[in-house]
């Protein structure tokens, strides 16, 4: 293995770690960073009579970044400890603990008290400390990881520690522990625990729906009856919408009410050409949230020839995007600052590219909400779980026998390794908890349940709980194959043979993984172990490849219903060396003007073939 760094890790300031306020759609302006350097020991369960040193969180100690450069193994913990002091006019009434991701099981403590546990890798979780918590004074806060990675039935995405086979190299280094940002922030007794934003795009209206605390377990009935004659609204949220720094709206709507929408003046429909958001400032009592929004309108129909095709804001759309993996050489899951996170972004929207694909990973809010800005639309994978997969059946027989792919049910649990009932409970929680955490952001148009029946079962139920949840974005039911016949798209991967397709007259046909052509640069290689699913020795020899695949592939199939590509890769991972930029991302390896050319091809083939 050879060490990679991205220009971001090399010039990291360590006493500055991803400061950037974590929750872009919920702000308020209490914000206290625990990011930075906690002491840390791998052990036995026990709490650590002697920490093993330094680690910098928020980067797993798998990584070069961590300090620390251990994995972790099943039969192991993980402890961390932080010392922190918090100023006594930083607390207000109530104290919160906010947790970007600890992957996969945790227990938490502060100042010897135990507040909680979580499980699951990928998801944010709060806990209320204010008890636990002494102001102006060192207060120690402890957590304890435990991470089973393929040995557990957890969400785990394309982590592995034990890699075998011909398939071995999609497959990474996992990360475990604390991998997303640590922060407090003060609250008001009674405050706002969640917002959900709804552009109703035809009506030209926003949808607000609050979550509040309303004061529990922090008055007793006759103080609370006190609480209710000081504030004969306690119901009332004041809200102001802004565009561009003018206030066009500025009101109070009660929470409870039947009605919780507001009319829009002069609607600015959101679109990867013209991005464009609102903020909004909600007050509920003595606290105050900023968020955005953006008004746009995802669906399906059929056009003038009677294809199924995808619209955005009532206009046939063509996604056009790659797949994106969120992999860093010294951070892993972590982008080592947020401005690494940004560069992909805008290096794919200069490319000619208007979707990401995030693949098996919720990536950290703040992607999101530079793909809101920037414009670059998301389509949003589930992170897989489940057992040990069996790779001859999810992967080669249905690459060798595509129809076996098309047939299969997965009703069949132990062909799909899911046989443990808490494992599919988990999935569908964590399924649920995903989309409520990423609801509110603009650029996701697509959610994806399963990808390539890596712990599949029960798919058309997924749909379902996803519908149920967000019936305003598009379903991706089974990526790949293991077509259950639900959801929004009839999706193909294709990378060893001629794309042939047909339409299957109720879903949009979507090359939803293609391409994956390998080019190794000297010098920004990781591994002597190069995976691709196509060989080529130069950027040259890339670009022709990428043309051909195009001329061969692509622009034939849009007039016949082909609505979506999504080409393998954005970067280089590890062994994988399919990316359009190099693991460190110093090097593009298309030539950028012939990719682009081709790319802006696509979309003019699209609108000369939908009417």
């Given amino acids: 293995m050879n060490q990679l760094k991205t220009k971001w890790g090399e010039q990291l300031n360590t006493g500055k770690i991803h400061s950037e306020y974590p929750r872009p759609t919920m702000v308020r302006d209490s914000f206290f960073s625990l990011n930075g350097e906690w002491d840390y020991a791998i052990g036995g369960k026990e709490k650590p009579s002697k920490y093993d040193g330094r680690i910098l969180v928020p980067f797993s100690p798998e990584t070069e970044l961590s300090g620390v450069q251990k994995v972790l193994q099943p039969e192991e913990y993980l402890h961390y400890r932080k010392i922190f002091t918090i100023p006594e006019a930083f607390i207000s009434e109530r104290v919160l603990l906010h947790f970007g991701a ?171 050409e013209t991005p464009d958001l609102y903020q909004i400032r909600i007050q509920y009592g003595r606290d105050v949230v900023l968020s955005y929004f953006g008004m746009r309108k995802f669906h399906k129909q059929k056009d003038g020839n009677g294809i199924w095709r995808f619209y955005l804001n009532n206009q046939p759309f063509f996604f056009h995007g790659v797949l994106a993996q969120g992999y860093w050489p010294e951070s892993l899951m972590t982008p080592p600052t947020d401005q690494a996170l940004k560069y992909d972004i805008m290096k794919m929207k200069e490319l000619g590219f208007n979707t990401l694909r995030m693949h098996v990973k919720v990536e950290t809010e703040r992607f999101y909400y530079h793909c809101d800005k920037l414009g670059m639309i998301v389509w949003q994978d589930m992170p897989n779980g489940g057992g040990e997969y069996n790779t001859t059946f999810v992967t080669y027989l249905p690459n060798g026998i595509p129809m076996i792919g098309k047939h299969v049910k997965d009703k069949h649990y132990g ?113 002597e172990t190069e995976f691709g699913y196509k060989d080529c020795k130069n950027e040259d020899g890339l670009s022709d490849a990428y043309e051909q695949l195009y001329e061969r592939d692509i622009y034939p199939n849009i007039s016949k219903g082909l609505s979506a590509t999504i080409y393998t890769q954005l970067n280089d991972i590890e062994d994988e060396i399919n990316g359009i930029l190099t693991y460190d991302r110093k090097i593009c390896k298309f030539s950028k003007s012939r990719i682009r050319r081709v790319n802006e091809k696509v979309y003019r083939v699209f609108e000369e073939s939908v009417e």
């Fill in 415 to 527: 062909w799909f390794a899911r046989k443990d009932e808490a494992g599919r409970l988990q999935y569908q929680k964590d399924l649920q908890e995903m989309i409520l955490f990423l609801y509110n952001h603009p650029s996701i148009a697509l959610w994806t349940a399963f990808n390539e029946g890596w712990g599949q079962f029960d798919a058309k139920k997924a749909t379902e709980l996803i519908r149920a949840e967000d019936p305003y974005r598009l379903i991706n039911e089974a990526c790949g194959w293991f077509d259950q016949k639900g959801g929004d798209v009839n999706s193909i991967h294709n990378y060893l043979r001629p794309l042939q397709f047909k339409t299957d007259g109720k879903r949009v046909t979507a090359l939803t993984e293609f391409g994956g052509y390998a080019c190794p640069v000297l010098g920004h290689l990781y591994s």
């Fill in 102 to 272: 600890v992957d996969q099981e945790c227990e938490v403590w502060i100042n010897g008290k135990w507040i909680g546990g979580h499980k699951g890798g990928y998801l944010p979780f709060t806990f209320d400390i204010t008890d636990g918590l002494k102001p102006e004074e060192d207060n120690e806060l402890t957590v304890r990881v435990r991470d089973l990675t393929e040995k557990s039935s957890h969400a785990r995405g394309k982590q592995k520690l034990v890699r075998t086979g011909k398939m071995a190299s999609i497959f990474y280094t996992p990360s475990s522990g604390i991998w997303k940002p640590v922060w407090i922030e003060s609250v008001p007794g009674r405050y706002i625990k969640s917002l959900k934003l709804t552009p109703l795009f035809d009506e030209g209206k926003l949808e607000i729906k609050t979550v509040t605390n309303d004061g529990e377990g922090l008055f007793g009935p006759e103080e609370y009856h006190g609480v209710l004659e000081r504030n004969p609204y306690p119901n009332m949220l004041h809200i102001q919408i802004f565009f561009k720094g003018a206030c066009i709206y500025n009101g109070k709507m009660d929470k409870n009410a039947e009605d919780t929408t507001i009319t829009i003046p002069e609607m600015h429909p959101w679109t990867p």
